[in-house]
């Protein structure tokens, strides 16, 4: 079981959660709009379960590139067969197509045409996954923009499952917009990983993450809500990580500290998720999606420990 979460990188998959959660909490109205648990719950799995697959199709892909670069990886060691791994997709997409099928029966108020948009977002996402890991992230930009891509269809995921889609300020999609530029810039960065150092392209990746990060403060304040405090803190400490994490690999541009601010720069997307709760005044709400980073930090911890052993 250890090997399939290794395969699938567990401590990771509570950001997806943050991005579906996210979406789902901005599209309630404060006062009126209860919190479905229900639709919390199967949006959860939906997400989680999504991510999982990308992960999973990911090293299937790589599985003989990693022989040499990452030969600790469950493939290559064959802690998972190829056949398990192929098994462990598919029955990841059966639950996640499982879990979008009854949320859609629990939100019967939204038109046809929003039903059908919302499988045909999911549908986009399982496409996106599978030509972004087998063949998509072979091209300079190709990668990036898709990853980007998933994450802010994850975002609009949980936005389309809030019982006011079509009464909302058309200003909150534009959250997906920033999620967008900042993966996309984040999965620029990690393809400094390997090759030479290229600060051109570093200082374009990190500028661009500092932007989306200080994009939706931007949106919260000015376009969609008003100024809220703690939004504006949650808003600071994450421009503060992840720029201690740019300037960290600035000074010596080698493959750890690249992949320190990658991994550093995934877990925050936590804490964007949150600031952008928090800007909708949803104290409560954003305080539970910043404490998704508990436990993705101590299981990430937890994994390396047990990796290392």
């Given amino acids: 079981m250890f090997a399939y979460l290794r395969l699938v990188r567990f401590p990771l998959i509570f950001t997806a959660v943050a991005d579906s ?3 789902y909490l901005i599209g309630l109205r404060r006062g009126t709009d209860p919190v479905e648990p229900r639709v919390v719950a199967l949006l959860v799995v939906v997400s989680a379960t999504l991510y999982a697959v990308g992960m999973a199709c990911n090293d299937i892909a790589d599985r003989d590139r990693d022989k040499l670069l990452h030969p600790a990886r469950v493939l290559p060691t064959g802690a998972v067969s190829l056949r398990g791994a192929w098994t462990c997709v598919l029955a990841l997409l059966a639950v996640s197509g499982g879990a979008l099928g009854t949320l859609s029966i629990l ?4 038109p046809e045409a929003i039903g059908i948009g919302r499988v045909g977002l999911w549908g986009a996402m399982v496409g996106m996954i599978f030509l972004y890991d087998f063949g998509g992230k072979v091209f300079a930009l190709g990668g990036p923009i898709l990853m980007g891509l998933i994450r802010a269809c994850n975002f ?12 909302l300020d058309q200003g909150v999609a534009l959250f997906a917009a920033a999620s967008f530029v900042y993966v996309m810039c984040l999965a620029l960065a990690s393809t400094l990983e390997e090759g030479p150092p290229r600060r051109r392209l570093f200082a374009i990746a990190a ?8 994009g939706a403060g931007a949106i919260g304040w000015f376009v969609v809500w008003t100024f809220f405090a703690p939004a504006v803190a949650v808003t600071a400490l994450l421009v503060a990580w992840v ?19 990658v991994r550093d720069g995934v877990m925050a997307i936590i804490l964007l998720d949150a600031s952008v709760v928090l ?6 709400e954003g305080g539970i999606v910043a404490a998704l980073l508990v436990p993705a930090t101590v299981s990430l911890h937890g994994f390396a420990h047990a990796a290392r052993r």
Avoid: N
């Avoid at 939100?107 to 939204?110: G, I, V």
């Fill in 156 to 167: 609009l995921l949980g936005l389309v499952y809030s019982p006011t889609t079509l009464e």
């Fill in 207 to 214: 500028a661009g993450m500092l932007a989306a990060a200080l």
């Fill in 279 to 284: 800007w909708s005044g949803r104290l409560l």
């Fill in 243 to 261: 720029g201690f994490r740019i300037v960290d690999a600035a000074r010596l541009l080698v493959r750890a500290r690249i992949m320190r601010l």
């Fill in 21 to 23: 959660l996210a979406g």
């Fill in 107 to 110: 939100a019967p108020r939204a």
